[in-house]
């Protein structure tokens, strides 16, 4: 399960290379989680994360780029998290 208390507490941080980190807390029990990045026109821009996951804190990172390698220009994206039956999204804001 996903508290999205914990969630709206996270916090995005790109490291030297430019990679996005997320941070995320799944609270309850192990879950199915699955991590996507979408454009602002709702397009699926790469699944960053999917699989059996405990609950705790958990950090993914995205390259800047799609599922194709290329790389993403700079935008407004969403990360959405789903875990179980619960889902939550955040706006990312890319600069270059």
Known sequence: MIDDTEMAETRSD???TGALTRLARM???TAHAHIFHYDVTG???RRLES???PAGWHSVSWNRTDRDGRRATAG?????L???N???SRKVVVLD
Request: proline share 0%; net charge negative.
């Open 82 to 84: 789903r875990a179980g």
């Open 27 to 29: 609270e309850g029990e």
């Open 76 to 80: 407004v994206y969403f990360i959405q």
């Open 51 to 53: 699989g059996l996951r």
């Open 43 to 45: 397009r699926l821009v």
């Open 14 to 16: 790109y490291d030297e």
């Open 86 to 88: 619960r889902e939550t």
